[in-house]
């Protein structure tokens, strides 16, 4: 049982890691993302540069520069803002590769027991305490996602550099709502992923009280 609860809970790891890194490093995504309507008209930035600020970002946050300026339209706090954030995705993405090694192990490891049945009730146990986790944190994010926001904030950061003036353009392409947007994206992603992950454990429970029904009906004739 235990080996399927590690299952569970490395893939959790795994893929949250996994979606953080994508998402802070995915330069098609952020260039979907950016709340450009946002861009005040006295930036003159049009939609050619959609891109390269993309790309910028994606290249800072996976530390392919440590120069995070367009143009010098970016505030000396926005720089300092986002070479602070670099290390925590490149932090997700070690999580993320050390989660899914542990899943692998773990899944070698139920494989090697032959134990199906408690191995699966232990991923249902994980994904449980999984799903908990992000219902709650779904439920706070839709009374305040404000404060969940500053809170994450406040327990990654040292400082205050990511309290950003109204008119910052950093914080105009990446508003509350950019935000929100990709915490719904990932929590689907991360959902999905264990729900399949039940599914499959469902499945097997199934699988063996079948067997056992049948081998019972077999002893009974």
């Given at each position: 049982?235990?080996?399927?609860?590690?299952?569970?809970?490395?893939?959790?790891?795994?893929?949250?890691?996994?979606?953080?890194?994508?998402?802070?490093?995915?330069?098609?995504?952020?260039?979907?993302w950016l709340a450009w309507d946002n861009a005040p008209a006295s930036a003159g930035l049009t939609e050619d540069d959609r891109a390269p600020i993309?790309?910028?970002?994606?290249?800072?946050?996976?530390?392919?520069?440590?120069?995070?300026?367009?143009?010098?339209?970016?505030?000396?706090?926005?720089?300092?803002?986002?070479?602070?954030?670099?290390?925590?995705?490149?932090?997700?993405?070690?999580?993320?590769?050390?989660?899914?090694?542990?899943?692998?192990?773990?899944?070698?490891?139920?494989?090697?027991?032959?134990?199906?049945?408690?191995?699966?009730?232990?991923?249902?146990?994980?994904?449980?305490?999984?799903?908990?986790?992000?219902?709650?944190?779904?439920?706070?994010?839709?009374?305040?996602?404000?404060s969940l926001f500053t809170a994450f904030h406040r327990v990654l950061f040292t400082n205050d550099e990511w309290i950003f003036a109204p008119d910052d353009l950093l914080i105009l392409?990446?508003?509350?709502?950019?935000?929100?947007?990709?915490?719904?994206?990932?929590?689907?992603?991360?959902?999905?992923?264990?729900?399949?992950?039940?599914?499959?454990?469902?499945?097997?429970?199934?699988?063996?009280?079948?067997?056992?029904?049948?081998?019972?009906?077999?002893?009974?004739?």
């Amino acid at each position: 049982m235990l080996a399927g609860v590690l299952l569970a809970l490395s893939l959790g790891i795994g893929a949250l890691g996994g979606t953080l890194w994508l998402f802070g490093t995915g330069a098609p995504l952020l260039e979907r993302w950016l709340a450009w309507d946002n861009a005040p008209a006295s930036a003159g930035l049009t939609e050619d540069d959609r891109a390269p600020i993309a790309h910028l970002v994606a290249d800072t946050m996976a530390g392919r520069t440590q120069t995070f300026q367009y143009k010098g339209l970016f505030s000396e706090q926005a720089q300092r803002h986002m070479l602070d954030c670099a290390p925590l995705f490149r932090l997700a993405r070690t999580v993320g590769l050390l989660g899914f090694g542990l899943f692998l192990a773990s899944l070698g490891g139920c494989l090697l027991l032959r134990d199906g049945r408690h191995s699966a009730v232990g991923i249902l146990i994980g994904v449980g305490v999984l799903l908990a986790v992000l219902l709650a944190l779904a439920v706070w994010g839709l009374v305040s996602f404000d404060s969940l926001f500053t809170a994450f904030h406040r327990v990654l950061f040292t400082n205050d550099e990511w309290i950003f003036a109204p008119d910052d353009l950093l914080i105009l392409l990446m508003p509350i709502g950019f935000f929100t947007r990709c915490a719904i994206t990932g929590g689907i992603v991360w959902a999905a992923c264990l729900a399949a992950l039940a599914g499959v454990a469902a499945l097997v429970i199934r699988k063996k009280k079948n067997a056992e029904q049948k081998t019972q009906r077999q002893s009974a004739d």
